[in-house]
């Protein structure tokens, strides 16, 4: 079929030339890459040297020995070392308490590791500087990992705790060699375990993961199809309502469908996309959980629990997204993936832990909605669903969330209606005089 003639035409040359081309999408594109290297690099650009109050539990068990009828307490000297270190004083938060409640921190991703000193401490370095013994037994310290809370954070955990056994170890075998020196006849148990560095670091898991779960990554991969569900079911739904109502074509293809305008207020257009957000979420959570646990198999507990949790984050985010879409129009997707997507995964928290962000990145995670999600998912796949473990603030704040956008999106699409302010009212650009 042939063109319309009664149509404006414009070559390509000619809508090459058009400055409203260019301009627009190259402010736009190149804003919009700057913004995006900013926050996602220098998220990213030192953790080590950002790391502050890193949460590490420190358990003494140590009990002391008597010997020569001096009692030596060498997990006491070392508690205190360690909390005392400069160098670690602004990185670390030792939390000093016992095995119990640092196997239930761990339990609960409360701390990204923590380092016991078992206690045979002192008796078995005291053994080393004593007669020879048949079977010597090497002094050791436990460092415990917890990939649940982030694996970032427990590497960064676990290589502290090394550090700190190696330093240790040095001191320890500074003090078997002077022992040796000075009672060389009994210096044979000393050197069958090397002086020079008498205590071993044992790496034990604090809270086991199972395989399928990405070394503690499937909850912020979980996460993110939740937010992406969310933000991009909000276009999807948005561009629909738009297309039926005859304010937007639908081109699929070469063919282009344009409606008659309906017209609809501002506050209707705004509540029907969010009710067809929340009863659609309940789907793309299901279908979500159906690929995550039915096809790909991650480890995953508390199903039903997941889906609802799922299915009122997505809810959250989208409606978050449509208020937006209602609040800025063309811009929105652009606002709202810079909401949620560009601040809130640099600060979630998911992949470097929150203390090793620098501080701008810290004040965001405690409002951005990703890091809300990522820390309900964790705790629905990792911890058991507790709520001390991240979950209750979770929904606390995606209730808050859902709530926020919510009033917002009504607000202003009533104060637009009330001002006259239609969509379906033509708005054309005025002509400028020349001159």
């Not at 502050?52 to 070392?78: E, F, H, M, S, Y």
């Not at 360690?82 to 160098?87: L, Q």
């Not at 205590?199 to 990554?217: D, F, N, R, T």
């Not at 978050?320 to 997507?341: D, E, H, Q, R």
């Amino acid at each position: 079929m042939p063109e319309p003639t009664h149509l404006l035409r414009v070559s390509a040359r000619g809508l090459l030339r058009r400055r409203g081309v260019w301009l627009p999408s190259a402010v736009i594109l190149g804003l919009l890459s700057f913004v995006l290297s900013l926050l996602y690099l220098g998220a990213n650009d030192d953790p080590v040297g950002s790391t502050k109050d890193l949460p590490i539990a420190l358990v003494n068990t140590d009990r002391g020995v008597q010997v020569a009828g001096k009692r030596i307490d060498l997990g006491a000297r070392i508690t205190a070392q360690i909390t005392g270190a400069a160098d670690l004083k602004e990185k670390v938060d030792w939390q000093q308490v016992d095995r119990r409640t640092a196997d239930d921190l761990l339990a609960r991703g409360k701390v990204f590791g923590a380092l016991v000193i078992p206690d045979d401490f002192s008796a078995s370095v005291a053994a080393l500087a004593g007669p020879v013994q048949h079977t010597p037994h090497q002094p050791t310290m436990t460092v415990l990992t917890n990939p649940a809370a982030g694996s970032f954070g427990s590497s960064m955990a676990t290589e502290i705790n090394r550090k700190v056994v190696e330093t240790t170890s040095a001191e320890v075998g500074e003090q078997l060699g002077q022992a040796a020196a000075a009672h060389r006849p009994a210096a044979g148990a000393a050197a069958q375990l090397t002086v020079a560095d008498p205590v071993k670091a044992v790496i034990q898991e604090g809270h086991p993961l199972g395989q399928h779960s990405g070394l503690g990554l499937s909850a912020f991969f979980y996460a993110l199809v939740l937010v992406l569900g969310g933000m991009l079911g909000a276009n999807v739904i948005h561009m629909q309502v738009d297309t039926d109502l005859g304010y937007a074509a639908s081109d699929k293809g070469p063919f282009r469908i344009v409606k008659p305008v309906q017209h609809a207020t501002r506050v209707h257009h705004f509540l029907v996309c969010s009710a067809l957000m929340v009863v659609l979420s309940m789907l793309t959570s299901a279908l979500a959980l159906a690929a995550a646990v039915g096809v790909i198999g991650i480890d995953a507990s508390n199903l039903t629990l997941l889906w609802l949790f799922g299915t009122c984050a997505t809810a959250a985010m989208g409606i978050t997204a449509l208020a937006l879409l209602a609040v800025f129009g063309t811009p929105g997707p652009l606002v709202s993936m810079l909401v949620l997507i560009g601040l809130a995964v640099p600060s979630a928290g998911a992949t470097i832990p929150i203390q090793a962000l620098p501080d701008f990145y810290r004040f965001l995670a405690t409002f951005e909605p990703f890091r809300q999600v990522v820390d309900g998912v964790r705790s629905i796949l990792y911890f058991d669903a507790r709520t001390d473990a991240g979950l209750g603030h979770a929904w606390t704040m995606v209730a808050l969330g859902f709530a926020a956008s919510l009033a917002l999106g009504l607000a202003l699409t009533r104060l637009y209606d009330r001002r006259g302010l239609h969509r379906s009212t033509p708005h054309l650009a005025q002509p400028v005089p020349v001159g």
